[in-house]
């Protein structure tokens, strides 16, 4: 009972670790649970002996655990991964070790749409490009060479660099978020108040705090100066919603969620502390 308690302990000292890579290949919490709780029936089945490096021998599982659930729904039918514009209240730094996993709570590392790539490309960008798994390693768990590993990431990146458009399910509002991105972009207020609810909110965190604006006319008046010739907008899933990441020479200055009923915006959130911005977007943004 014992050896099984401290098997169970160090376990849970990787359990978020495992959470984090597992959640970035299948998008959606409730099936990274599944497959980090999968990996710990395997090792409760196998025991420690003979596992030298615990943390890499869960990875492995947990990374053919995640490819065998890639390839048995398909890519093209899943969730789309999010960011969290949430994640950390301003002032808190993360630790080292935070930022080295990336922890589950912030997702941007991954804030594009993944359905374009295969399973084997997923799981060698994740694995790389954010846990640093080195290719050799990678190689194993795919069954494959470390220089296929290796062309797989890198293909993997090119094709997130290129995009792809946003869920079906989001069509609606996110033609709602084109119309106020280019109204913005024309300095429009009237095209800025057809598609902002009289009630609208802003809500936008920067280094100094939280900066409140309520009210069509005064979020218009605020949008009016977003434009930016060199600016560079990606569209994201943001807590859910269809928002943007706006990059300028491939470093992030703002990320904006919004929420559209019934044709209108009607609550903007916006996080715009580059330094936030900068521990957590990641460097292939271009």
Not at 105 to 119: I, N
Not at 168 to 197: I, K, M, Q
Not at 233 to 253: F, K, Q, S
Request: proline share 5%.
């Amino acid at each position: 009972m014992i050896e099984v308690d401290e098997l169970a302990a160090q376990f849970e000292a990787q359990r978020a670790y495992l959470h984090a890579i597992a959640y970035r290949m299948l998008g959606v919490h409730a099936d990274a649970d599944d497959a980090v709780q999968e990996a710990w029936l395997r090792l409760a089945r196998t025991g420690s002996g003979g596992i030298e490096d615990l943390r890499g021998w869960l990875t492995t599982v947990t990374s053919r655990i995640c490819l065998d659930a890639l390839r048995r729904r398909g890519v093209r039918g899943e969730q789309p991964l999010e960011l969290e514009v949430g994640a950390l209240p301003h002032g808190e730094v993360a630790s080292p070790e935070e930022d080295a996993l990336l922890a589950e709570s912030v997702g941007l590392a991954l804030y594009v749409v993944m359905e374009a790539l295969t399973p084997a490309e997923r799981v060698s960008f994740v694995l790389h490009d954010v846990f640093d798994v080195p290719f050799d390693a990678i190689a194993a768990i795919l069954g494959r060479s470390s220089a296929a590993a290796k062309m797989l990431a890198s293909r993997a990146r090119g094709r997130l660099r290129l995009g792809v458009p946003a869920a079906d399910t989001h069509a609606a509002a996110r033609n709602v978020v084109d119309a106020f991105l280019a109204a913005a972009g024309r300095g429009d207020v009237a095209g800025l108040l057809t598609v902002l609810a009289p009630d609208a909110v802003l809500h936008a965190q920067g280094p100094a705090g939280t900066l409140v604006t309520r009210g069509a006319r005064e979020i218009a008046a605020r949008a009016t100066t977003f434009a930016n010739p060199d600016a560079r907008v990606h569209a994201a899933l943001v807590d859910g919603v269809p928002g943007i990441l706006v990059t300028v020479g491939g470093r992030p200055i703002s990320v904006m969620a919004f929420a559209v009923t019934d044709g209108v915006v009607t609550a903007i959130h916006a996080v715009t502390d580059p330094a936030r911005l900068g521990r957590v977007v990641p460097s292939w943004v271009a």
